[in-house]
Each structure stands twice: as C-alpha cells, then as structure tokens.
T-cell receptor, first 116, second 114 residues
Framework: AQSVTQPDIHITVSEGASLELRCNYS??????LFWYVQSPGQGLQLLLK??????LVQGIKGFEAEFKRSQSSFNLRKPSVHWSDAAEYFC??????????????FGKGTHLIIQP | GAVVSQHPSRVICKSGTSVKIECRSL??????MFWYRQFPKQSLMLMAT?????????EQGVEKDKFLINHASLTLSTLTVTSAHPEDSSFYIC??????????FGSGTRLTVV
C-alpha cells in the first residue's frame, strides 16, 4: 500500500525567509504527486502537481517542488514566505489503476507558522 | 479552472437523523468522485470512491450502510450520513477527478451531530 510521510508536524519560519516542506512517499511505481494547502475550516487548494516530465514543478503563489526518484521525495519550496502562507500543507500521492483514477493518499500535514 | 461545489458548508443535526451532502462539478464532467473525512487537526482519509452509474467502492473500515453514496449523474455525487451519531461529527470533503487539473476539492462540510 502506498504511504506518504511528512516528517515535520510544525514549522516556524520568519516572514521573508525561505521554506522547505518535506515529503517522502512509499510506492512501487512512480505515483502522481501533489501538494495542497488548507486554511482553517476550508477545503484544499492545489499548489502544484507532478505527473511526469520535468522533475522541477512550478506552482501557484511562488511555490515549487522537486521530484527526486532516488530519494522518493517531493519536497515543497518557496524562496520567500509571506504571512499569508501560514496554513496547513498536505502532500498527497495518487495512481491510476486499470479501473480508473484512485483516491489520494495524504500525508499527515505540516502546519506552517510565519513569524513577523 | 475546474470547480467543485459542495453543500452545505455547515450542518448541525440531531442524533439519529440523516444528513445529505452534495458535491457538484460545475464546469466539467466527473465520472469519478471521492469522499474524504478529516478529523480536527488530522489528515484526510479516503472514505469511498463514487463512480457514475455504479456502486461506490468503500475503503476498509468504512460502513457502507451508514455512509450512502449516490453518483446519479456526471456532475453530482451525494453522501448521506444515516442515523448520525456524535462520533460521525467531522469535516467531510469531496473531490472530483478531471483530466486537466488533476483532483479538485470541494470546500468541505462541517457536520456536527448533537
């Protein structure tokens, strides 16, 4: 069964500093990889996704992620965070089986706190 | 981009009653929709996969008789929590698969059973 690990439950970053959120997955093949952001009481907004091709993926709000097959990782980065980036971030993996699209498996999330 | 509308956003019901949550894809057809459950400060757990015109596929441990899923059209899936109890209180989120944006999520439904 596939699994997703986000080792950092909380991360505190100063406004303007760089950010990296870690994500490791366990799966036999290359899954489809996603990063979502969730504000309190809200649904999920897609930041970026990786299906194939270039392993460095650009997303919205200045985020990017790099797929590293050898490390089974898909870490999210941002060069300079803003106070509005404070939220919960989820890494997720999915796959397509013979029956069609499967639901996503989510990591436990990383709560990002921005210090002034 | 793809939009998924989920209603209601909040619902409070009495123990023993049933609640229906709707999930609509507004600008695309979704042959497959997914229902997730999220407990406070926890991650999303896939409950079931809803396929248009066929029975839903439930994840292990999810009671299919309690969580009824209907996917009658290419743009609408519903989740009915039957005979709700306080332990069913949670945040329910639907998602639809489209072939451009990937998985698009609804804004979620906060269910409180009193």
């Amino acid at each position: 069964a596939q699994s997703v690990t986000q080792p950092d439950i909380h991360i505190t970053v100063s406004e303007g500093a760089s950010l990296e959120l870690r994500c490791n997955y366990s799966y036999g093949a290359t899954p489809y990889l996603f990063w979502y952001v969730q504000s309190p009481g809200q649904g999920l907004q897609l930041l970026l996704k990786y299906f194939s091709g270039d392993t460095l993926v650009q997303g919205i709000k200045g985020f990017e992620a790099e797929f590293k097959r050898s490390q089974s990782s898909f870490n999210l980065r941002k060069p300079s965070v803003h106070w509005s980036d404070a939220a919960e971030y989820f890494c997720a993996v999915g796959m397509y089986s013979g029956g069609g699209a499967d639901g996503l498996t989510f990591g436990k999330g990383t709560h990002l706190i921005i210090q002034p | 981009g793809a939009v998924v509308s989920q209603h209601p956003s909040r619902v409070i019901c009495k123990s023993g009653t049933s609640v229906k949550i709707e999930c609509r894809s507004l600008d695309f057809q979704a042959t497959t929709m997914f229902w997730y459950r999220q407990f406070p400060k926890q991650s999303l757990m896939l409950m079931a996969t809803s396929n248009e015109g066929s029975k839903a596929t439930y994840e292990q441990g999810v009671e299919k008789d309690k969580f009824l899923i209907n996917h009658a059209s290419l743009t609408l899936s519903t989740l009915t929590v039957t005979s709700a109890h306080p332990e069913d209180s949670s945040f329910y989120i639907c998602s639809a698969r489209d072939y451009i944006y990937g998985y698009t999520f609804g804004s979620g439904t906060r269910l409180t059973v009193v």
